[in-house]
């Protein structure tokens, strides 16, 4: 179960947002043209849609994953909206055969659902705070030792609750485009959190926010 959680941590770490925004002919966002707008109206400029891809392969080991977002900015400087991922890992765990005294490879297998609300601020300039609420619906199957010390499989249903919060930067690439990194820590601290005990650094790209 730890060795399954080590690997979701890493490859749910990876992530990308997009965002629509209105630009004037020099390229820089058109604040003015914003400010036309009624104040509280509905801007469909503001809507964010986005998501993360992981992917990894090797020997005895897969993981692949999709968690899209959708969210609205609501001011220049705050945006929160919701998001849904999925991820699956196949790996293998040693086990030794008592009758050979060598190590044998059992299949084990994961299947995670996260649904999720997320917020962000931008506090000064590129620097920004993050909170991410996620609740990991998690299944997964693993051969475990029995009394006698022989390998036996199970199946294993999990739901944790995790509350991410922490900070980042962004760096502009050029036009819309941003490269942003940012820690957080799952504050609830859930002992089967695929969080649990660790730092969660993500890195990605923002277009629009």
């Known amino acids: ?10 490859g749910m770490s990876i992530s990308t947002v997009s965002a629509q925004e209105t630009y004037s002919s020099s390229g820089r966002p058109d604040h003015a043209q914003k400010h036309k707008k009624k104040e509280g109206a509905y ?11 992981v992917a990894g392969f090797g020997t005895g080991y897969s993981n692949f994953g999709i968690s ?5 900015r609501f001011t220049d400087n705050f945006a929160a909206g919701i ?4 991820e699956y890992l196949k790996s293998t765990i040693s086990y030794i055969d008592f009758n050979s ?4 490879d059992y299949p084990t297998k994961a299947n995670i659902i996260t649904p999720s609300i997320w917020a962000r601020y931008l506090v000064w300039r590129n620097i920004f705070i993050d909170g991410t609420f996620e609740y990991n619906f998690l299944r997964y199957s693993e051969y ?3 009394n006698n010390g022989l390998p036996v499989t199970g199946t294993f249903n999990v739901n944790v609750p995790c509350m991410l919060l922490g900070a980042g930067i962004k760096q502009p690439l050029g036009g819309r485009v941003y490269f942003f990194g940012e820690i957080l820590y799952d504050v609830l601290q859930n002992a089967n959190s695929p969080y649990y005990g660790t ?8 277009v629009g926010f």
């Open 144 to 146: 475990v030792t029995d």
């Open 199 to 206: 730092i969660v650094p993500r890195a990605g790209i923002l």
């Open 68 to 72: 899209p977002t959708v969210g609205y």
């Open 1 to 10: 179960m730890k060795y399954l959680i080590y690997v979701l941590v890493w």
């Open 101 to 104: 005294g060598l190590y044998v």
């Open 43 to 53: 801007d469909p400029s503001r809507l964010i849609f986005g998501g993360g891809l």
């Open 83 to 86: 998001g849904l991922g999925y």
